[in-house]
């Protein structure tokens, strides 16, 4: 096991090389000034001033050799200086960063609470109106786009007296309100993948019902919720967490669209301000970690396989 996660840890270091080298030259190619951008149109300079900016920033040096001091702080753990802000980089992300795990946690586990039993009744129920109407409602899940949903879930709030924009407080300061201003977008972002869900998890358990092992703990008489409990479902959630898994990835780098609808101060937000404006080291270090945590999803995923099946070895 521990030669595996070596193994996975080595290879992650030019999955995260490559991400940081691609955004550093895309948006050194996207247009705009980031020093004229950092100093709005309300300021003038000369052209002398503009340069010594530059020259502080370290932008007025050729492409190539910012890319390699870019490089050799990071191996320092030095993620730069904002240059919008002028705080830390690794400040700035560790004041979003729990925003957006808050976020993707709620929503992963919202989405697992419902799909995972709707997905076994819409693969056990094999007669009636249950299944179809399910299939249905997945489909729809799968059709709305977040955004969508979100705004819709704002104005309905909103008619109901439910204040549902409001300042981000920490859960360790007062979870009530914490959870207050964080449902609704996880019910956002939750909707999609909990249809996603429902869909996987009703195709694996169908699989596996059809096992013959599955049709032999049945010959010997155990009853159906034994038979689904301990042969169907540890089974059938292997897929499934892969599916999880990478989903979790995803949102703890792409829930951009609910923050900004909700108005979180997450990852998200922060990236987009960073584009904007043209913060190269507040996006390099944004997409770092995103980048981080993805793989650390994935390598969680995997070493999660063998817990839930025993016939899963990493030697």
Known sequence: ?????????????????????????????????????FLGTQVEMTAEQMAELRRVFGLDRPVWAQYLDYLARVAQGDLGVSLRTARTVRDEIASRLPVTVELALLAVGLAVAVALPAGVVAATSRRGWVSPALSVLALLGLSVPNFWLGTMLILGSSRLGVRALGTYVSPWEDLGRNLSAMLL?????????????TRYVRASVLEVLGQE????????????????GRHVLRNALVPVVTVVGFQLGYLLGGAVVVEEVFGLPGMGRLALSAILQRDYPMLQGV????????????????LLYAWIDPRIRYD
């Not at 996975?8 to 004229?36: K, M, N, S």
């Not at 977008?185 to 869900?197: D, N, R």
Request: charged content about 10%; glycine content about 4%; hydrophobic content about 65%.
């Open 1 to 37: 096991m521990q030669r595996y996660v070596l193994r996975r840890l080595l290879a992650a270091i030019p999955v995260l090389w490559g991400a940081v080298t691609l955004v550093f030259l895309i948006i050194r190619l996207v247009p705009g000034d980031a020093i004229q951008l």
């Open 185 to 197: 977008p996880a019910l956002a972002l939750a909707a999609g993948l909990a249809a996603a869900l």
């Open 213 to 228: 092992y599955v049709r032999t703990a049945r010959a010997k008489g155990l009853a159906a919720r034994a038979v689904l």
């Open 287 to 302: 997409v770092m970690v995103t980048a981080t945590l993805f793989v650390a999803c994935n390598l969680a995923t995997d």
